[in-house]
T-cell receptor, first 112, second 113 residues
Framework: QQQVKQSPQSLIVQKGGISIINCAYENTAFDYFPWYQQFPGKGPALLIAIRPDVSEKKEGRFTISFNKSAKQFSLHIMDSQPGDSATYFC???????????FGTGTSLTVIP | SAVISQKPSRDICQRGTSLTIQCQVDSQVTMMFWYRQQPGQSLTLIAT?????????ESGFVIDKFPISRPNLTFSTLTVSNMSPEDSSIYLCSAGGVDYEQYFGPGTRLTVT
């Protein structure tokens, strides 16, 4: 059973546009929601994370929106750049430790 | 943040042999984990490496196949035993602290022939 569902599987955005990736979870014990960025041949890098006590967190061009009642969260990349082209994974973890469940990933391509 | 290194970065191994992957963290961390990632796929947790005790394995992974050691708070090893082509994958080590943040190593790309 997939603990975290992620969509879309792939995304193509024009340079300067907004990239939006969505995730949904079922387990109400999850209370930490990170996003990771992975380039080919590299390990995932922590991009931004949120806890359910806030509905939004912004760091530079990256924003997480969180809807606790709907058990959904999303990543918005503003002013998308070709250098943002990578695979993005959402994840969710319970309040008992660092164990994460990862989404299936979204391959983002930003066209110049 | 923690900086994590893994050795080897890649290897090609023959069926039936074993490979030990090393993971080194530049600072003491509470939690260390091992993941497997098939090319183009998501990450699957193999086990949590516990310092001074046996690792905690996820469903579908067993100690005889993936023995793990964690002798201290900065180092862990994962062995892939009696390998078959189905074990070809990327193996990732990660480390986490008390604030839930988790950082990944660069991965070990394993090909079994």
């Amino acid at each position: 059973q997939q603990q975290v569902k992620q969509s879309p599987q792939s995304l193509i955005v024009q340079k300067g546009g907004i990239s939006i990736i969505n995730c949904a979870y079922e387990n109400t014990a999850f209370d930490y929601f990170p996003w990771y960025q992975q380039f080919p041949g590299k390990g995932p890098a922590l991009l931004i994370a949120i806890r359910p006590d806030v509905s939004e967190k912004k760091e530079g061009r990256f924003t997480i929106s969180f809807n606790k009642s709907a058990k959904q969260f999303s990543l918005h990349i503003m002013d998308s750049q070709p250098g943002d082209s990578a695979t993005y994974f959402c994840a969710a973890g319970p309040n008992t430790g660092n164990q994460f469940y990862f989404g299936t990933g979204t391959s983002l391509t930003v066209i110049p | 943040s923690a900086v994590i290194s893994q050795k080897p970065s890649r290897d090609i191994c023959q069926r039936g042999t074993s490979l030990t992957i090393q993971c080194q963290v530049d600072s003491q961390v509470t939690m260390m984990f091992w993941y497997r990632q098939q090319p183009g796929q998501s990450l699957t947790l193999i086990a949590t490496a516990n310092q001074g005790s046996e690792a905690t394995y996820e469903s579908g992974f067993v100690i005889d196949k993936f023995p793990i050691s964690r002798p201290n708070l900065t180092f862990s090893t994962l062995t892939v035993s009696n390998m078959s082509p189905e074990d070809s994958s990327i193996y990732l080590c990660s480390a986490g602290g008390v604030d839930y943040e988790q950082y990944f190593g660069p991965g070990t790309r394993l090909t079994v022939t």
